[in-house]
T-cell receptor
């Protein structure tokens, strides 16, 4: 069964303390891997799509990377406004549907 | 703002009742997806529609049904509600895979359903 596992479940950082979130998956031949940010009670906000191993994408203090079995979301010098739940999702092979499989997320708290 | 709209924002109802959640996709998107997010589980895929036709089903209960109308908006109907149906329900939309641009699903703000 296709699975997505995110670690750690929760992470507390001091402002400016860089770190990485991990997303590992068991899907073979995935068509894409997605990172979202979700604030409490809000809808997931799209951050990145990665398509193939070795690909990297950056946006402000966030950088996402992809290998054959996992993805990392690196947060450089985080600020309190980066506090949120970060969700990873994969799109398995099969062209008929774009059903995403989500991990349970990493809850990030950045303290000033 | 993702461009996906959902109504209502909040819904409080009693067990045994029926409710309808509404979603309007981003302009130009043909696919609509429904997801359920409860406290003890992550985002769970319920159902996908593409241009009015059902495309895929997840672990959607038989008490739940959905449809996509000719104007591409979608409705999720939940009936015989139980306490365990209390959750956030999200709608997402996407453009056809391979149509160009950033290929992803854009999520609406959600409907918070509370069943008492």
């Amino acid at each position: 069964e296709d699975q997505v596992t995110q670690s750690p479940e929760a992470l507390r950082l001091q402002e400016g303390e860089s770190s990485s979130l991990n997303c590992s998956y068991t899907v073979s031949g995935l068509r894409g891997l997605f990172w979202y940010r979700q604030d409490p009670g809000k809808g997931p906000e799209f951050l990145f799509t990665l398509y193939s191993a070795g690909e990297e994408k950056e946006k402000e203090r966030l950088k996402a990377t992809l290998t054959k079995k996992e993805s990392f979301l690196h947060i450089t010098a985080p600020k309190p406004e980066d506090s949120a739940t970060y969700l990873c999702a994969v799109l398995p092979p099969g062209g008929a549907t774009n059903k995403l499989i989500f991990g349970t997320g990493t809850l990030l708290a950045v303290q000033p | 703002d993702s461009g996906v709209t959902q109504t209502p924002k909040h819904l409080i109802t009693a067990t045994g009742q029926r409710v309808t959640l509404r979603c309007s996709p981003r302009s130009g998107d043909l696919s609509v997806y429904w997801y359920q997010q409860s406290l003890d589980q992550g985002l769970q895929f319920l159902i996908q529609y593409y241009n009015g036709e059902e495309r895929a089903k997840g672990n959607i209960l038989e008490r739940f049904s959905a449809q996509q109308f000719p104007d591409l908006h979608s409705e999720l109907n939940l009936s015989s509600l139980e306490l365990g149906d209390s959750a956030l329900y999200f709608c997402a939309s996407s453009s056809p895979w391979g149509a160009g641009g950033e290929e992803t699903q854009y999520f609406g703000p959600g409907t918070r359903l509370l069943v008492l």
